[in-house]
Nanobody, 132 residues
């Protein structure tokens, strides 16, 4: 089973920063659109930020725009989510996903839970807790 591995989560105070990483040794992430999703307690999973394969375009949900930055390091086969000015409402389990890029795909579309083109690779998730 293909596996993505998230790392970098933990407990941080409001206003603090964390950098999440998403990596795999099983395929080349640069060939896929990558998304970061989160699920807060009692809520549905939502797309937070996504990036196209070429790193030409990125998308951020309104709740994180201006605070989070998604980026790739293709040499390390890793995608990052830099999270600054964290708020308690950012608390949740964060997942990364590798999703196929097809003609007509948009990064906003990739960040929708319903986006699916035959394959969908997900990590197991990592906890982020923002609390004083």
């Amino acid at each position: 089973q293909v596996e993505l591995v998230e790392s970098g989560g933990g407990l941080v105070q409001p206003g603090g920063s964390l950098r999440l990483s998403c990596a795999t040794s099983e395929f080349t992430l640069a060939h896929y659109a990558i998304g970061w999703f989160r699920q807060a307690p009692g809520k549905e999973r939502e797309g937070v930020s996504c990036i196209s394969p070429s790193e030409g375009t990125s998308y951020y949900s309104d709740s994180v725009k201006g605070r989070f930055t998604i980026s790739r390091d293709n040499a390390k086969n890793t995608v990052y989510l830099q999270m600054n000015s964290l708020k308690p409402e950012d608390t949740g389990i964060y997942y990364c996903a590798a999703r196929p890029w097809r003609p007509g795909s948009t990064v906003e579309g990739v960040c929708q839970i319903g986006y699916y083109y035959g394959v969908d690779y997900w990590g197991k998730g990592i906890q982020v807790t923002v609390s004083s």
